[in-house]
Structure formats: C-alpha cells, structure tokens
Nanobody, 122 residues
Framework: QVQLVESGGGWVQTGGSLSLSCVAS????????MGWFRQAPGKEREFVAA????????SYGDFVDGRFTVSRDNAKNTVYLQMNSLKPEDTAVYYC???????????????WGQGTQVTVSS
C-alpha cells in the first residue's frame, strides 16, 4: 500500500508558475513509477507526466510542450511537478499517482492522492 498526499496547488495568473509536491508513505515508494494526472470539470482524467523509480525514464503529455518538469527525491519520498507558463486551460484538479509500470492510462495506476486544485486566470 502507498499513501499519497499532494500539496502546492493554488491560483495563478496566465503565464505564472506553480510547483506541486506529492509525498508518498507506506510501501517503499522508490519502487514505483510516480505520475501526475489532471481532471478538469466535465472532462476525463488526463496524463500530465510520470517518472520511473530512479528517474531514468520520464514521459509527458503532448500538451505539456516543455512547460512542465517532473522530478523526484526518493530520499524524501517526494515527487514534484514544476509548472511554468501556465494557461487557463491548465485549470484542473491535479492528482499524484503511483504504480509499478509507467503508463499514460489512469486506469492502470493503483494508488492515488486526493488531488490539489490549480486555477489559472486569464
């Protein structure tokens, strides 16, 4: 079992930046792929980014276009999502997820955080 707790969401103007954190506890989180997803009202949950257990593999959603960076610190059991050049369409609840395999499909992730709201105003 892995428990995930996100933090760092909030409100920002277009073009601004936010940094999200996700702290993992329970089973050894360094064994897991750590991912970020988001879900806007009325839309499906969407893959944002993920990183392999030792940071050797990183993947991003197509919309990221170099604006976001995922990283992790296994000593702190924490994964980060640095978001720059934010747009109103980035407004969503952002979720941290963990699984043994890296996938863009949210249905394949076993563990989820409660989510943190990100709001980007125009």
């Amino acid at each position: 079992q892995v428990q995930l707790v996100e933090s760092g969401g909030g409100w920002v103007q277009t073009g601004g930046s936010l940094s999200l954190s996700c702290v993992a506890s329970g089973s050894t989180s360094s064994r897991y792929v750590m991912g970020w997803f988001r879900q806007a009202p009325g839309k499906e949950r969407e893959f944002v980014a993920a990183q392999g257990p030792r940071g050797q593999i990183t993947s991003y959603g197509d919309f990221v276009d170099g604006r976001f960076t995922v990283s992790r610190d296994n000593a702190k059991n924490t994964v980060y999502l640095q978001m720059n050049s934010l747009k109103p369409e980035d407004t969503a609840v952002y979720y941290c997820a963990a699984d043994v395999n890296l996938s863009h499909d949210p249905g394949r992730y076993d563990y989820w955080g409660q989510g943190t709201q990100v709001t980007v105003s125009s």
